[in-house]
């Protein structure tokens, strides 16, 4: 079960971490991502780090602002989101080799 946290109402330009901990089990040997998901919309990739941690892959809108990272050892997968803006409003998943959390909705006021 993955678990999300970190999210909340943040004014434009403020920053969050999200967190994602793997509840019962373990991150390790898997790539994890964070996708988000708009209203009315699908879900949508925002970012994603390797097994190992030493890859991350970014979608456009996130480069540059949003840094991915993992911790093992805590079976926690993290991102750290800066200089947030409205369009950045959504609720935000992580996902594991195929498993979905929740989600943490991330409201950005202007």
């Known amino acids: 079960q993955l678990v999300e946290s970190g999210g909340g109402l943040v004014q434009a330009g403020g920053s969050l971490r999200l967190s994602c901990v793997a509840s019962?089990?373990?991150?390790?040997?898997?790539?994890v991502a964070w996708f988000r998901r708009y209203p009315g919309k699908e879900r949508e990739f925002v970012a994603q780090?390797?097994?190992?941690?030493?890859?991350?892959e970014y979608d456009d809108s996130a480069k540059g602002r949003f840094t991915i990272s993992r911790d093992d050892a805590k079976n926690t997968v993290y991102l750290q989101m800066n200089n947030l803006e409205p369009e950045d409003t959504a609720v935000y998943y992580c996902?594991?080799?195929?498993?979905w959390g929740r989600g943490t909705q991330v409201t950005v006021s202007s």
């Open positions: 996902v594991a080799r195929g498993i």
């Open positions: 019962g089990g373990t991150f390790s040997d898997f790539e």
């Open positions: 780090v390797s097994e190992t941690g030493a890859g991350q």
